[in-house]
């Protein structure tokens, strides 16, 4: 781990303020991602901000819905009363990822702005377009049996790996931040992480210096709702092919799938085919999709994926 400066924030905008102030600043919370990227070298700020302290740690009601604080743990998002009845499927997605361990120290903001897991992308002797911009993408015409099918790019394949922001993707939650000169905005959860492209570096909307205050989640759409995930082992594992879905009684639902893309990925106009099946709903997330040879199995997997979870609504 290479030597850094460190201070710890006493309001939202002075940290926003702080990181946009030093070049190779990062914000440090549960650290539960970066300070393993750290330790590879694979992150290396020159300067933390902690934000620790400040006062972020807590929900309440919003409108219809409800504000959760950047810094709420993975472990108190899940068990909260309100979560696990009106949005069931963020506390499965949520209890489906990492350890109980790392679930207490993890943080709401900290956990949609996780690192992919490509194995290039942790190996400092392989090109990786995200690791190092321009170095090349050893991943294509590499091993790809993790990598992504859908939504990737000449210049990179990886996916994105968590499980609760496949959850608040099918819940359209929103993302609340302040920017260094104190404004706020909101961002929706379909534009918060990007696409590939030609900068696989850039992940998500945010802007320099751009501090996560909030995710908020809109008025409870009710149904059935459910987490499924396929990975290589029972726990403590990042997802193959993961589906979160939201299915009403009359069969319509919403589905966004996680493991294939670079980010949560979700077609809202293939979710009009719902009650004809899981089929005539994959055949349109998919359409256009560029798997590997390694890694081809993924779509028929994430069509029956989706079938087990609208069988398990209907039962």
């Not at 690791?131 to 210049?155: E, M, N």
């Not at 802007?207 to 409870?220: F, N, Q, W």
Request: include cysteine; charged fraction near 25%; charge should be positive.
């Amino acid at each position: 781990m290479k030597a850094f400066t460190y201070e710890r924030a006493r309001t939202p905008a002075e940290a926003a303020a702080a990181v946009a102030a030093r070049p190779g600043a990062k914000f440090i919370a549960g650290g539960t991602n970066l300070l393993d990227l750290m330790k590879l070298q694979i992150e290396t700020p020159t300067h933390l901000v902690d934000v620790q302290d400040l006062k972020l740690d807590r929900m309440e009601r919003a409108g219809d819905g409800v504000r959760i604080g950047a810094l709420v743990s993975n472990t108190a998002l899940a068990a909260d009363a309100r979560i696990r009845k009106d949005y069931g499927v963020l506390s499965r997605a949520i209890v489906a990822g990492a350890s109980g361990q790392l679930r207490n120290k993890a943080t709401t903001a900290g956990n949609i702005l996780q690192r992919t897991r490509c194995p290039y992308f942790y190996d400092t002797n392989q090109a990786c377009n995200k690791r190092k911009p321009g170095s090349g993408c050893a991943a294509i015409g590499g091993y790809s049996r993790q990598l992504g099918v859908i939504g990737t790019s000449d210049h990179c394949i990886a996916t994105y790996p968590g499980d609760m922001a496949v959850a608040l993707r099918v819940l359209d939650a929103s993302v609340e931040t302040v920017k260094p000169d104190g404004a706020t905005r909101a961002i929706p959860f379909a534009d918060f992480h990007r696409l590939w492209g030609d900068t696989p570096h850039i992940e998500t909307a945010l802007e320099p210096g751009e501090l996560i205050t909030a995710v908020t989640l809109p008025k409870p759409i009710g149904g059935t709702h459910i987490y499924r995930k396929v990975r290589d082992r029972a726990s403590y594992a990042f997802a193959l092919v993961s589906v979160a879905a939201v299915i009403g009684k009359d069969g319509s639902g919403r589905a966004a799938f996680g493991g294939v893309a670079p980010k949560p990925w979700r077609v809202e106009a293939a979710e009009r085919a719902m009650r004809d099946g899981a089929k005539a709903v994959a055949a349109q997330v998919f359409a256009g999709a560029r798997p590997t040879e390694d890694n081809a199995f993924k779509v028929p997997l994430a069509e029956r994926t989706l079938a087990a979870a609208i069988a398990e609504a209907r039962a």
